[in-house]
């Protein structure tokens, strides 16, 4: 008994660009969200939370009010 494959259409790989860019969106997103949270969570400390972070109102306060498109530059490397 022989057994043959389907020749009529040849076997192709999937591009692999894709699942990566949209694994990249996916992480931007993510991480961006992330940040929105923690900027909340930073707004709405108190002062004794701040100064044991060691950071004032004033700079908390800064930091909360930025953009979420204005990342750290730790996250840009």
């Known amino acids: 008994m022989t057994y043959t494959a389907n020749s009529c259409t040849p076997a192709r790989a ?16 993510s991480a961006r969200l992330s940040l929105l949270r923690q900027r909340r969570a930073l707004k709405s400390l108190d ?3 701040l100064e044991d972070i060691g950071i004032s109102r004033s700079e908390a306060m800064k930091e909360a009010e930025r953009q979420i498109w204005d990342a750290p530059e730790s996250w840009k490397g």
């Open 47 to 49: 002062a004794r939370a």
């Open 14 to 29: 999937l591009p692999c660009t894709t699942p990566r860019v949209r694994f990249s969106l996916l992480s931007f997103v």
